[in-house]
Protein backbone atom coordinates (compact mmCIF):
# COMPACT_ATOMS: atom_id res chain seq x y z
CA UNK A 1 0.00 0.00 0.00
CA UNK A 2 2.81 2.22 1.23
CA UNK A 3 4.71 1.88 -2.04
CA UNK A 4 1.78 1.93 -4.18
CA UNK A 5 0.71 5.87 -2.59
CA UNK A 6 4.47 6.47 -3.14
CA UNK A 7 4.61 5.95 -6.62
CA UNK A 8 0.64 7.19 -7.49
CA UNK A 9 0.39 9.85 -5.12
CA UNK A 10 3.53 11.26 -4.47
CA UNK A 11 4.94 10.70 -7.74
CA UNK A 12 7.84 8.60 -6.97
CA UNK A 13 9.45 11.74 -4.39
CA UNK A 14 9.59 11.08 -1.09
CA UNK A 15 8.43 13.92 1.44
CA UNK A 16 10.32 16.04 3.22
CA UNK A 17 7.93 15.76 6.76
CA UNK A 18 8.36 14.25 9.87
CA UNK A 19 5.50 13.89 11.79
CA UNK A 20 5.86 15.47 15.36
CA UNK A 21 4.83 12.63 17.52
CA UNK A 22 4.30 15.26 20.35
CA UNK A 23 1.29 16.50 18.38
CA UNK A 24 0.16 13.37 18.88
CA UNK A 25 -3.14 12.90 20.31
CA UNK A 26 -2.54 10.54 23.60
CA UNK A 27 -3.12 6.67 23.68
CA UNK A 28 -5.90 7.40 25.82
CA UNK A 29 -7.99 9.40 23.76
CA UNK A 30 -10.97 7.91 22.23
CA UNK A 31 -13.55 8.93 20.08
CA UNK A 32 -17.10 8.22 19.53
CA UNK A 33 -16.21 5.64 22.58
CA UNK A 34 -13.59 4.04 20.42
CA UNK A 35 -10.21 3.93 22.05
CA UNK A 36 -6.74 4.38 20.02
CA UNK A 37 -8.89 5.74 16.71
CA UNK A 38 -8.12 9.74 17.22
CA UNK A 39 -4.17 8.13 17.39
CA UNK A 40 -4.30 5.85 14.94
CA UNK A 41 -5.53 7.79 12.05
CA UNK A 42 -2.36 10.80 11.67
CA UNK A 43 -0.60 7.73 11.88
CA UNK A 44 -1.80 6.16 8.94
CA UNK A 45 -1.38 8.92 7.02
CA UNK A 46 2.07 9.63 8.10
CA UNK A 47 2.68 5.73 7.43
CA UNK A 48 1.01 6.59 3.94
CA UNK A 49 3.40 9.11 3.06
CA UNK A 50 6.83 8.03 4.36
CA UNK A 51 6.34 10.71 7.10
CA UNK A 52 6.59 8.38 10.54
CA UNK A 53 9.11 9.31 12.85
CA UNK A 54 12.12 6.22 13.94
CA UNK A 55 9.91 6.55 17.20
CA UNK A 56 6.70 5.48 15.90
CA UNK A 57 6.03 2.33 14.11
CA UNK A 58 2.72 0.99 12.39
CA UNK A 59 1.23 -2.04 13.79
CA UNK A 60 2.87 -1.61 17.35
CA UNK A 61 1.27 -3.40 19.91
CA UNK A 62 -1.43 -0.79 20.20
CA UNK A 63 -2.49 -0.26 16.98
CA UNK A 64 -2.85 -4.64 17.18
CA UNK A 65 -4.91 -4.40 19.69
CA UNK A 66 -7.14 -1.71 17.66
CA UNK A 67 -7.37 -4.19 14.99
CA UNK A 68 -7.99 -6.99 16.30
CA UNK A 69 -11.06 -4.93 18.93
CA UNK A 70 -12.76 -3.59 15.51
CA UNK A 71 -11.64 -6.28 13.41
CA UNK A 72 -9.90 -4.69 10.70
CA UNK A 73 -6.97 -5.69 8.66
CA UNK A 74 -3.94 -3.27 8.87
CA UNK A 75 -3.64 -3.16 5.26
CA UNK A 76 -7.53 -2.47 4.94
CA UNK A 77 -6.98 0.31 7.04
CA UNK A 78 -4.41 1.60 5.07
CA UNK A 79 -6.56 1.55 1.97
CA UNK A 80 -9.48 3.44 4.42
CA UNK A 81 -7.27 6.06 5.31
CA UNK A 82 -5.81 6.42 1.34
CA UNK A 83 -9.68 6.87 -0.07
CA UNK A 84 -10.71 9.30 2.88
CA UNK A 85 -7.18 11.28 2.99
CA UNK A 86 -8.84 14.16 3.55
CA UNK A 87 -12.38 13.70 6.08
CA UNK A 88 -10.83 12.27 9.31
CA UNK A 89 -15.25 12.21 9.62
CA UNK A 90 -15.59 9.63 7.21
CA UNK A 91 -12.48 7.45 8.51
CA UNK A 92 -14.19 7.56 11.95
CA UNK A 93 -17.56 6.60 10.47
CA UNK A 94 -16.55 3.63 8.65
CA UNK A 95 -14.84 2.09 11.49
CA UNK A 96 -17.96 3.17 13.79
CA UNK A 97 -20.34 1.08 11.63
CA UNK A 98 -17.58 -1.49 11.49
CA UNK A 99 -17.65 -1.64 14.80
CA UNK A 100 -21.38 -1.83 15.45
CA UNK A 101 -21.76 -4.28 12.67
CA UNK A 102 -19.31 -6.96 15.07
Same mark, same amino acid.
Given at each position: ?5 ? %????? *? ?11 ? #? =? ?28 ? %????? *? ?11 ? #? =? ?27
Amino acid at each position: MRRDYF %LNVQG *GRASTVVLDEAKM #P =AKTDAVHGIAWLPRIIPKTKAKLRGELPPS %LMYCC *GGDRNFFTTHDIH #P =AEFLSLVWRHERSDAAIIDWVVRRSAAK
